[in-house]
C-alpha cells in the first residue's frame, strides 16, 4: 500500500514465542514451499514456511487457503497478527498472505514494486525475526536497517530490494492486512478470518 514515507514503524509485544518457533523449522521445511519463488522471480534466492496465501487471477477473484506453515506457525503468529491489526488498522479486513521469508547468506531480492492489485490495497507489515549488521533494505534508492523486536509496515509501491552480505540467514514474518474499506473491491473465498 503506498503512503508517504518509505515504512512506518509499528508497535508490537514480545515476539519471542514467533521466533522460537521459526528457529524449530527444519531446512526441509524451508525446501517444501517454492511457490513464492516460482510466482515472483525477485524473490528466487528465498525460501518461506509459507502460513497463508492467496490465489486472484483473474483479479479481483481471490481465493485465500493455508498452506504447510499452517501448523508450525499459527499458534504463534495470529496473536501477534491480531494484535498489530488492532492496535494499528481497522477490524474486519481480512489477512491475504502470511509467511516466515529467509534471505540466506550472500543473497539478493533485486529492485521491484510490488505490482499486484493485491499488493496496493493491502497493508504489507514485516516482523524481523533474525538479521545481521550486513543486511540491508532499500526503499526509493535509500538503505534502511529493519531492528528484530520491531514492526514496519512497507510502502511497497516504492522500489525496494534486499540484500544480505552477513553470515546470517535474515529471516522475516509477512503478512498482507487487506482493510475493511477496500475488501469490498474483491470477491475472496476461502479463509476470510483468522480469529
Not at 491489526?85 to 481480512?94: A, L, R, S, V
Request: charged fraction near 20%.
Amino acid at each position: 500500500m503506498e503512503f508517504d514515507a518509505p515504512f512506518k514503524m509499528l508497535e508490537l509485544r514480545d515476539c519471542s514465542e514467533l521466533h522460537a518457533c521459526i528457529a524449530a523449522a527444519p531446512q526441509s521445511e524451508w525446501e517444501t514451499n517454492r511457490l513464492r519463488q516460482q510466482t515472483f522471480d525477485v524473490h528466487y534466492q528465498t525460501q518461506s514456511l509459507v502460513m497463508l496465501f492467496i490465489s486472484c487471477n483473474p483479479w479481483p477473484q481471490a481465493e485465500i487457503y493455508r498452506e504447510d506453515g499452517w501448523g508450525r506457525l499459527a499458534s504463534a503468529a495470529l496473536p501477534l497478527m491480531r494484535e498489530v491489526i488492532e492496535q494499528h488498522y481497522e477490524p474486519g479486513g481480512i489477512v491475504l498472505r502470511a509467511m516466515a521469508a529467509k534471505l540466506v547468506p550472500g543473497g539478493i531480492i533485486k529492485p521491484h514494486v510490488d505490482a499486484h492489485p493485491s499488493f496496493r490495497h493491502a497493508h504489507r507489515i514485516h516482523i524481523p525475526i533474525t538479521s545481521n549488521a550486513k543486511v540491508r533494505f532499500n526503499i526509493g534508492g535509500r538503505p534502511y536497517r529493519f531492528e528484530v523486536g520491531k514492526v514496519y509496515e512497507l510502502n511497497n509501491q516504492l522500489q525496494h530490494s534486499v540484500m544480505n552480505r552477513g553470515s546470517e540467514d535474515r529471516i522475516t514474518f509477512i503478512f498482507d492486512y487487506l482493510p475493511p474499506t477496500k475488501r469490498g473491491q474483491i470477491a475472496a473465498s476461502g479463509v476470510t478470518s483468522l480469529w
